[in-house]
């Protein structure tokens, strides 16, 4: 008895093979490894399986994992974080973790939970860095960016925080230092990379081997680096001539980093070597606003402003096909094809995509979309597909549709 009550406790928190506990999913590059997916889809698009009405204000993401849908969103007057069943879209519940951001772009928080164990990370458009039980939401323990010398960048904290070990990561930018551990059972200050003390942009930290050395790599306004997973001590910098906002995740491969931004700035590739960052490429035909960049074998996938959607060779920089698709957005990928979302529309593409061209295998567009999303704002939300579903989002509105082929 006592040992089948140990394997039903232990199933409640062990991630299944399809899960995103996370930003971008489980290695933070918008890779799923499921297959069995749909190849194409019909007229209306994939049968969706729920609509959750309650989810309130915000351009939070989602994480998946046994089960449960993690995502935030307002109610009451608060930002929450809410929990839903991934299979069915019931709330589960819902716990204030602060005051709502206010923006000129759209109210509320936007960023993603990330999922270790039994706690759930989240972090508020406002900077309070939250660990709550992921069983009812109870909140464990809060700390604010504030308080770690960061100040609230233009459209608020948007990072995802990094689970890695005994530690939670996090970028409060400021004179305390850019990059903080904390540790993730009591919120506990472990260290703050004081070496550099930029403020706080958009994107978020990925952990990375590098010359056979771990390291936690970021990209703010004006420098991408890498620092030491024990201490926050800094291993390398590359500057980069950021502009009004930095927001996509680096991509790093073997020894080499892929970093891009919107507004005119475009895209780069470094090789990092010891404490040295050279740069490989560097050109405007990548320029990723914010819907992200997926590396599939030797190819980059995403929306530049230069020209629509964009393969570009990983080593060179070269791009390889160009096509205006859904029209600017995000993307993600699973089962060999791309899912991109049209932020403007709301129109949501399955597309083949390669060297020679970008190929659409269906179509669909998103109903109801949210009367109440500012008029500045758009569906800002990235894709997530996990257990065969994907989820999308417009404020209020979260979306499961079934994408597994039967």
């Known amino acids: 008895m006592k040992t089948s009550l140990f394997l039903l406790a232990l199933s409640a928190t062990v991630s299944l093979a399809g899960d995103w506990p996370q930003w971008r999913g489980p290695n933070r590059d918008d890779i799923s490894t499921e297959s069995g997916l749909l190849k194409s889809w019909p007229a209306e698009g994939p049968k969706r399986v729920w609509l959750f009405e309650n989810a309130g204000m915000g351009y939070a993401g989602f994480s998946i994992s046994g089960g449960k849908l993690l995502t935030m969103g307002t109610r009451d007057g608060k930002e929450i974080l809410l929990a839903l069943d991934a299979n069915s879209g019931k709330e589960l519940w819902a716990s204030p973790i602060g005051d709502i951001l206010g ?10 939970p990330t999922i270790d164990g039994d706690r759930v990370y989240a972090m508020s458009g406002k900077g309070n860095l939250v660990c709550a039980s992921l069983a009812d939401g109870k909140v464990v323990w809060t700390v604010s960016m504030a308080s770690l010398g960061g100040s609230t960048p233009g459209w608020g904290f948007t990072e995802s925080p990094l689970v890695d070990g005994k530690n939670v990561i996090c970028t ?14 009591t919120g506990a200050v472990v260290w703050q990379s004081a070496e550099i003390t930029e403020g706080a942009q958009y994107s978020s930290i990925v ?64 090789k990092i070597s010891g404490t040295e960052a050279t740069d490989v490429f560097m050109n405007k035909d990548l320029q990723n606003h914010h819907g992200g ?14 020209a629509g959607w964009t393969a570009m060779d990983f080593a060179d920089g070269s791009v390889k096909s160009t096509a205006k698709g859904v029209g600017k957005g995000a993307i993600a990928y699973a089962d060999g094809l791309f899912y991109t979302l049209g932020e403007r529309s709301g129109e949501v593409a399955l597309m083949e995509a390669s060297a020679t061209g970008w190929n659409e295998k269906g179509k669909f567009t998103l109903s109801p979309q ?37």
């Open 103 to 112: 923006n000129g772009w759209g109210d509320g928080p936007r960023s993603t």
């Open 172 to 185: 409060p930018g400021g004179n305390k230092g850019t990059m903080a551990a904390l540790d993730k059972m």
């Open 207 to 270: 952990t990375a081997t590098v010359g056979g050395k771990k390291q936690y790599v970021q990209l703010v306004m004006q420098t991408l680096f890498g620092v030491d997973p024990a201490n926050g001590k800094l291993l390398w910098r590359s500057s980069w001539p950021g502009r009004t906002a930095v927001i996509p995740t680096p991509i790093v491969k073997g020894d080499e980093v892929f970093i891009s931004s919107g507004y005119g700035v475009g895209c780069k590739k470094v």
């Open 293 to 306: 960049v997926i590396l599939v074998g030797n190819l980059l996938f995403g929306h530049s402003d230069k």
């Open 370 to 406: 949210a009367a109440a999303r500012n008029p500045k704002g758009a569906i800002w939300v990235h894709p997530v597909i996990a257990n065969g579903k994907l989820y999308l989002r417009d404020q209020e509105f979260i979306y499961c549709h079934d994408v597994k082929a039967k």
